[in-house]
């Protein structure tokens, strides 16, 4: 299989993805084509093809991050991802900010009921 083709900024992107997710060994980075990270079947952060990194988090939380950081909920294939936001450039390069985020994003969605599986063992 042929591995996907990134411009140079969703390069640099990716790259610092990574690089908060390898702060949480327990956490593996998911998806080839679109990187994605995801707990008991629910996704709770990805990385869009435009380079954007959106995270997920409860409506406290995305209320809060929106009015701090003037950002928005992503929208990816015309339809608004409700609960999550996207992650400014600048907070993605602080990694230490951006990890206090992810591990926001990890909490909420672990606390959401697991998803049923459809693997068989």
């Keep these: 299989m042929a591995k996907p083709k990134y411009n140079p900024d969703q390069l640099d992107k990716l790259a610092l993805y990574e690089n908060v997710v390898a702060r949480f060994p327990d956490i593996k980075r998911k998806g080839a084509k679109n990187p994605y990270t995801s707990v008991n079947g629910h996704m709770f952060s990805f990385l869009m093809q435009d380079g954007v990194l959106a995270i997920r988090l409860s409506k406290q939380q995305r209320t809060e991050f929106m009015d701090k950081y003037k950002t928005e909920q992503p929208v990816t294939y015309n339809t608004v991802m409700k609960e999550y936001v996207s992650v400014p450039g600048e907070l993605l390069q602080d ?27």
């Design 95 to 121: 990694t230490d900010r951006m990890a206090e985020y992810f591990q926001m994003s990890f909490d909420y969605v672990s606390s959401l009921k697991p998803k049923p599986t459809t693997k068989k063992n």
